[in-house]
């Protein structure tokens, strides 16, 4: 059974730096695509990037190029989002998700597994 567990989340003001974690068990994921996704309140669930992490391959949202980074640890099952230049408008509850495909996806619907997801707040 896929699991996947977040931490990392937390209350910051803005132009300070996060970094996000996922924890991901069950599989082996050598043949998955793992990402992130984000929802606001009110809003539909948004992709924020995604990772192979065999290849190292990414691929990011158009709302965070540039300030955000996705990686990957397979030797811990892992992946990060290092988050720079945080605005109040990046405050939502952050999801880490996985793909049982090489092809990487950016819709929600493509993804298969969740985890629960970590807060991120950020104040003006």
């Known amino acids: 059974q896929v699991q996947l567990v977040e931490s990392g989340g937390g209350l910051l003001q803005a132009g300070a730096s996060l970094r996000l974690s996922c924890a991901a068990s069950?599989?082996?994921?050598?043949?998955?695509?793992l990402g992130w996704f984000r929802q606001a309140p009110g809003k539909e669930r948004e992709f924020v990037a995604a990772?192979?992490?065999?290849?190292?391959?990414?691929v990011y949202g158009d709302g965070v190029k540039g300030r955000f980074s996705i990686s990957g640890d397979s030797a811990k099952s892992s992946i990060y989002l290092q988050m720079n230049s945080l605005k109040p408008e990046d405050t939502a509850i952050y999801y880490c998700?996985?793909?049982?495909?090489?092809?990487?996806?950016?819709?929600?619907?493509?993804?298969?597994?969740w985890g629960q997801g970590t807060q991120v707040t950020v104040s003006s």
């Open positions: 990772v192979r992490w065999t290849t190292g391959t990414t």
């Open positions: 998700a996985a793909r049982a495909s090489i092809v990487m996806e950016t819709t929600a619907r493509s993804y298969a597994y």
């Open positions: 069950g599989r082996n994921f050598d043949t998955y695509t």
